[in-house]
C-alpha cells in the first residue's frame, strides 16, 4: 500500500513492506521531533533478524541505518573488522578517549588550559605507560571505582602527572581545594 505525504510542494512515497538492507518499513510514523531536533519522517522498521526500530526515513533510506544493530555486531564478531589493540570497547580505552576528548574539545574551565601529551594522543603510547598501574589499581579497587587523575590539577595530562585513583580520591584533589591549601598557606 502507497502512503502519500505532502513535503515542500511534493510529495513524497512510502511504500510500506519496501525493504533497505536489512530493514523492512512496517508503520509511517509521519514527522516527529526528537530531542530538540527539527521534525523528521520516522517509521517504524522490521529488521531481518527480527528486532523492530524506529527510525528517521532517510537515515535508512540513505544506508545510514543498516539494520538495527545485528549487522554490525556481526561484522566485529566475523574479525573482518580492522583491528589495532583490541581494547576500543574496554573501560580502560573509554578513560583514555574521555581524557582526550576533554583536552581537545572543552575550551572552557576547568580543562581551559588542559592538554595531553602528544605521546599519549596515541592510544598505544598511553597504553604503554599505564596498563600495568591500571590492572593493579583494578585489583585493588574494582574497575568502577577506577579513574585516571591529574596530581597536580593545573597540570596537564602526561605520565608525570597521572595516576589511578577512586573517585574518592580524585574528589579530594581539585583546583578549588588546591586554591583554598595555597591561601591558607601565604
Known amino acids: ?5 505532502r513535503r515542500n510542494r511534493r510529495t513524497v512515497p512510502i511504500v510500506l513492506g519496501a525493504t533497505y538492507n536489512q530493514l523492512t518499513i512496517v508503520k509511517d510514523l509521519g514527522m516527529v521531533s526528537a530531542g530538540g531536533e527539527k521534525a523528521r519522517r520516522r517509521c517504524v522498521a ?3 533478524c527480527g528486532t523492530v526500530i524506529t527510525a528517521r526515513l532517510d537515515q ?3 544506508s545510514n541505518t ?3 544493530g545485528c549487522a ?3 561484522f566485529l564478531v566475523s574479525g573482518k573488522a580492522r583491528r589495532s589493540h583490541g581494547r576500543s570497547l574496554s573501560r580502560f580505552y573509554r578513560i583514555w578517549a574521555g581524557m582526550v576528548d576533554r583536552a581537545k574539545h572543552h575550551r572552557e574551565k576547568p580543562y581551559k588550559d588542559v592538554y595531553v601529551h602528544s605521546d599519549w594522543r596515541v592510544f598505544s603510547n598511553f597504553s604503554r605507560d599505564m596498563l600495568n598501574s591500571y590492572e593493579k589499581h583494578v585489583a585493588e579497587h574494582g574497575e568502577r571505582n577506577t579513574t585516571i587523575d591529574r596530581i597536580d590539577p593545573f597540570g596537564n595530562y602526561e605520565k608525570q602527572n597521572c595516576r589511578w585513583a577512586t573517585y574518592k580520591q580524585q574528589a579530594n584533589n581539585k583546583r ?6 595555597i591561601c591558607e598557606s601565604l
Not at 500500500?1 to 505525504?5: E, G, L, N, Q, T
Not at 578549588?176 to 591549601?181: A, F, G, Y
Open 1 to 5: 500500500m502507497i502512503h502519500m505525504k
Open 46 to 48: 522490521k529488521c531481518s
Open 60 to 62: 535508512i533510506k540513505g
Open 66 to 68: 543498516t539494520s538495527c
Open 72 to 74: 554490525f555486531k556481526a
Open 176 to 181: 578549588k581545594l588546591w586554591n583554598k591549601t
